[in-house]
């Protein structure tokens, strides 16, 4: 069974004049939200994304944008309480994450 | 054709170390362990350069984290494979989550390339990286510093034989996260595990209570707590794809609903003079369960961080109250 999250949150957006049809946004997208189409990328699936930053980290021509991080409530609440960006906690106390 | 100089620098290069692809009962008991949060953040590989098999100069290099429990499931993969092991220091975490924090990113892997003389000891330019290390390594920033050209892999390294013997191409099969049953059920005690400092907490509090309340609490109302916990730790995870709605929150809090109105009519708390306990852990435990499930969003493989917040302003501002005004009322109907 496929996991579909919520909707219309992604903040991942693509520059198609920037694109150079490399591919490599399909080939790293870990939930297939992109196709390849005449060597142009598009959004196709754009509600599947979870904002990992693969696609924009790997993009040699800069059409691909995300505010990328992780999606893990534990972690949110811990930068509200530190104030600094949310990543995973990843230690012996730091929930659940990862 | 090699000069005798080259010949003779490539002598003095130290031979790695070479590794097994059996696991032995002593890997399975390790992995086993960290499942479970013992020794988690201690479970770890030397980063450097590792041979499997008997690899020359032509043979791949797979590039990976130093993290036990990746290293082991990745090894045993690779029987009968003569390949090069390239393992970064991720501070022994996984892949994904190493390159979500940047460890596992294009500054270490452009200093293990140099570190272990990697170049030294194979002829060609390519390096094979997990897929799900792309979010953390850019492949034309390493192509830029080191020469190396990067080819994502697949996603688990049980395709990974597939995917060399197909020339280093991987199906879309091989490119997808999944997540099924299984997946979730091997992270459900480290949902469990770490709530065990609350529910003891709340057990002190409650033995404390005891000694004062009129009604004191008994291995019911540990029932009711504890069902509420499994439902938020293990059941909901399991159950991810067929609880009704998209929040995790919310099929945390059906399900925990579900399981407490039924211990709570096994109990007859559904009827005076037991109405106000009743209420009080139809607003608590439910409320409960839902946070739990909403913490399991960092374990999963497809929530989006705007997701995420978007769940939290919503569900947050029912979670917190509904927990507050149950425990009033279970704290009334125990002491009057």
Redesign the interface.
């Known amino acids: 069974?496929?996991?579909?999250?919520?909707?219309n949150?992604?903040?991942l957006t693509l520059q198609a004049e920037k694109c150079i049809g490399c591919g490599?946004c399909a080939?790293?997208?870990?939930?297939?939200v992109f196709t390849l189409n005449e060597r142009k990328a598009r959004i196709a699936d754009k509600d599947?994304?979870?904002?990992?930053?693969?696609c924009a980290?790997?993009c040699?021509s800069q059409a691909l944008g995300v505010?990328?991080?992780?999606?893990?409530?534990?972690?949110?609440?811990q930068s509200w309480f530190t104030g600094k960006e949310?990543?995973?906690g990843?230690?012996?106390?730091g929930?659940?994450?990862? | 054709m090699k000069t005798n100089a080259q010949i003779t620098a490539q002598r003095r290069l130290p031979a790695p170390p070479t590794v097994s692809t059996r696991l032995t009962l002593r890997d399975r008991l390790g992995a086993w362990r960290v499942r479970w949060g013992i020794g988690r953040m201690r479970y770890t590989v030397e980063p450097g350069l590792y041979a499997v098999g008997t690899p020359n100069d032509a043979s791949p290099v797979l590039v990976s984290a130093n993290y036990k429990l990746t290293f082991d499931s990745l090894r045993r993969e690779l029987s009968g494979v003569d390949c090069w092991l390239l393992i970064l220091d991720t501070k022994g975490i996984n892949v994904w989550c190493a390159a979500g924090k940047g460890t596992f990113g294009t500054r270490e892997l452009v200093a293990r390339i140099e570190k272990t003389r990697l170049a030294r000891y194979v002829s060609h330019k390519t390096l094979i990286l997990p897929q799900l290390g792309a979010s953390g390594v850019s492949a034309h920033e390493i192509k830029k510093q080191t020469g190396f050209t990067v080819t994502y892999g697949p996603v688990r390294a049980e395709d990974i034989k597939a995917f060399l013997a197909a020339g280093s191409k991987a199906n879309p099969k091989m490119r997808a996260v999944r997540f099924n049953l299984w997946d979730r059920l091997v992270l459900t005690p480290m949902e469990l595990v770490p709530t065990t400092k609350v529910s003891l907490m709340v057990f002190g509090a409650l033995f404390l209570l005891n000694l004062f309340a009129k009604r004191p609490f008994g291995l019911y109302d540990f029932l009711a707590y504890a069902v509420a916990v499994l439902i938020g730790t293990v059941l909901a995870p399991l159950l991810l794809p067929i609880l009704p709605g998209k929040s995790f929150a919310f099929k945390g809090w059906f399900i925990g609903a579900l399981g407490t109105a039924g211990i709570a009519w096994a109990c007859g708390w559904f009827a005076p003079p037991d109405l106000l306990l009743g209420i009080g852990y139809m607003l608590a435990l439910p409320a409960h369960a839902a946070y739990l499930a909403m913490n399991f969003t960092g374990s999963s493989t497809y929530t989006s961080p705007s997701g995420v917040l978007k769940e939290m302003k919503i569900a947050l501002p029912f979670i917190l109250p509904a927990l507050a005004a149950g425990i009033i009322l279970i704290l009334i109907k125990a002491f009057i």
């Open positions: 069974m496929k996991h579909r999250y919520l909707k949150v992604s903040t490599l080939e790293v997208c870990p939930h297939n599947a994304c979870m904002e990992c930053g693969a980290l790997n040699p505010h990328a991080g992780v999606g893990c409530a534990a972690a949110i609440i949310p990543t995973c990843c230690s012996d106390d929930g659940g994450c990862c």
